[in-house]
Structures are given as structure tokens and as C-alpha cells.
């Protein structure tokens, strides 16, 4: 969603958000290896390199986010089409 949303992407975002994604690999590092995690040895390696996690995990934030970009869009044209810049003007 934050990706979608924001409109900023300038040089101190776009590393953030790489550093934010990145972290759920540093975690999933952490708990497989690290024998001092509560979670050690619970397979995260092996949940993420499974094809259908990704699918289900791009499935999921398909149907998170399509009812907000489908309200977004009806709002910018139905309800407020005034506040639309438009294009040649």
C-alpha cells in the first residue's frame, strides 16, 4: 500500500523501504540459524522458497488493495472531479 500510495520517491525513501523489505530476510536468517531465537529452526527458509507462498503472498495484497485503488479512483472521478488536474490546461 505504501508503495501504491506514495508519490514521493526520492533518495531517502526508496533506500527505506528496500532496508524494510530487506528485514523480513534478516529475520528469516536470524531464526533459521541463530540458536538463540525462541523461533530457531521453524523453516522459515524453506516456507519462503516455496513458489506458492509468493503467489499467495502476491494474491493477498492484490485483494488488500484493489477496494482502495477501485475507492480512490471512483472518488478522483464520481465524487471529485474537480480536484483532477487537467491534462493541457
Avoid at 11 to 21: A, D, H, K
Avoid at 59 to 65: P, V
Avoid at 67 to 85: A, L
Amino acid at each position: 500500500m505504501i508503495f501504491a500510495e506514495t508519490r514521493d520517491y526520492n533518495v531517502y525513501n526508496v533506500p527505506l523501504y528496500l532496508l524494510s523489505f530487506g528485514m523480513l530476510f534478516l529475520v528469516v536468517l536470524m531464526n533459521d540459524v541463530l540458536p538463540t531465537s525462541v523461533y530457531q529452526g521453524n523453516q522459515w527458509s524453506m516456507i519462503l522458497a516455496s513458489p506458492l507462498t509468493w503467489l499467495m503472498i502476491i494474491i493477498q495484497c492484490f485483494i488488500l488493495y484493489a477496494p482502495r485503488y477501485i475507492i480512490k479512483n471512483v472518488s478522483h472521478v464520481v465524487w471529485h472531479p474537480e480536484f483532477i488536474k487537467i491534462k493541457g490546461a
